[in-house]
C-alpha cells in the first residue's frame, strides 16, 4: 500500500511540473505586455501567476519530500511537507496580492489610468483558454491518484482562468471610454489573490492542526456501529498525514468476550475502514463495556 502511495506521490509531480512551466512562460509573457499596453489589470494578472509558480514549486517540493520512508527521527513518514509548504506559498501570495491591490488603490486615488492596449486584452482570453486546458489535465491527474494538493493546484489553475477573463472585461471595457474600469479590474484581481492565498493558509493550518471533517467520522462511527459484536465507541479520532487518513477509535465489547475474538474483531474494524472508506491506517483499542459505561 505505502508503495502504491508514494508511487502516486510521484506520478503527482508532473501536473506540478506542468504547472510550473506554463506558470512561468505565461507571467513573463503577461509582464511584457502589460508594461508595453500600459494595462494594469494584465500586469495584476501576470503578478497572480508569478505566485501560481511559487504555490506549484511548493507542491512539487511537498510531493518530493513526502515522497522520503519514515526515518528514526519521523517514524510517521513526511506526509505533512506539503501542508508545511503550502503554508509558506499562502504567506508569499499575500504579500503580492497587497502589492497588487495598493498599487491599483494609488493608481485610482492619483488619476493616473490610461486606457490600455486591446491587444492586452487578447492575450488575456489567450491565457484564459491555456488555463483551462491546464486545469482539466490536472483535475484528471488529481482523480487518478487520488491527491488533494495536486486537485488545489487543479482548482487554482481553473481560478486563474476565471481571473484572466476578468481582466480581458476590464481591459476591453476601459476601450469604452472606462479608463478607470482596468485598474479595478486591477483591484479585483489582488483580492482573489488575498482570497486564494487565505483559502490555501485555512486548509493548510487545518491540518497541521489536526483538524478533520465531521462528516467523515460520522461516517465511521456508523461502519463500525453496524460491525456485530461492537457495543459502543468509546471514542474516535482522525487526522491527516498529507492525503492520508489516520483513524484512532476506542470500541466496547461484553466483558466475557475471549481475548483471540476481541483481537478478531479489532482487525475487522480496521479491515472496515481501510477497504471500504479509504483510510491509510487504523488504531483501535478495545475495552470492556462495562468499563465503557462507568466513564473510565
Not at 492542526?209 to 459484536?229: Q, S, V
Request: aromatic residues 8%; proline residues 2%; contains cysteine.
Amino acid at each position: 500500500m505505502d508503495e502504491q502511495k508514494y508511487k502516486n506521490l510521484k506520478i503527482g509531480e508532473k501536473g506540478a511540473k506542468l504547472s510550473i512551466i506554463v506558470y512561468i512562460i505565461l507571467s513573463v509573457f503577461k509582464l511584457t505586455v502589460a508594461y508595453m499596453t500600459n494595462s494594469a489589470a494584465l500586469k495584476a494578472d501576470g503578478l497572480n501567476n508569478v505566485t501560481d509558480i511559487i504555490a506549484s514549486i511548493a507542491v512539487l517540493v511537498g510531493l518530493r519530500i513526502s515522497q522520503r520512508p519514515p526515518d528514526k527521527d519521523h517514524k510517521y513518514g513526511h506526509w505533512k511537507s506539503e501542508a508545511i509548504a503550502s503554508l509558506i506559498a499562502a504567506f508569499i501570495m499575500f504579500a503580492v496580492g497587497a502589492e497588487v491591490i495598493i498599487g491599483a488603490f494609488s493608481s485610482l486615488v492619483n488619476q493616473t489610468s490610461e486606457a490600455p492596449n486591446a491587444i492586452a486584452g487578447y492575450v488575456a482570453l489567450l491565457a484564459a483558454a491555456i488555463m483551462f486546458v491546464v486545469s482539466t489535465y490536472n483535475q484528471k491527474l488529481a482523480k487518478t491518484i487520488d491527491s488533494k494538493s495536486l486537485y488545489a493546484v487543479a482548482m487554482d489553475n481553473r481560478s486563474d482562468a476565471l481571473v484572466s477573463i476578468g481582466a480581458a472585461i476590464g481591459i476591453f471595457g476601459s476601450q469604452l471610454g472606462l479608463p478607470w474600469l482596468d485598474t479595478v479590474t486591477a483591484v479585483i484581481v489582488g483580492c482573489l489573490i488575498v482570497k486564494t492565498a487565505w483559502e490555501i493558509f485555512r486548509d493548510s493550518t487545518h491540518q497541521l492542526t489536526d483538524g478533520f471533517d465531521e462528516d467523515k467520522i460520522e461516517e465511521y462511527e456508523n461502519a463500525i456501529h453496524a460491525i456485530e459484536g461492537v457495543k459502543e465507541i468509546k471514542e474516535i479520532k482522525g487526522r491527516l498525514y498529507g492525503n492520508n487518513i489516520v483513524v484512532d477509535v476506542i470500541i466496547c465489547v461484553e466483558g466475557t468476550m475471549d481475548i483471540n475474538l476481541a483481537h478478531d474483531l479489532a482487525t475487522l474494524v480496521e479491515k472496515e475502514l481501510i477497504e471500504n472508506h479509504h483510510v491509510y491506517d487504523v488504531h483501535v483499542h478495545v475495552e470492556p463495556h462495562e468499563t465503557c459505561e462507568d466513564g473510565g
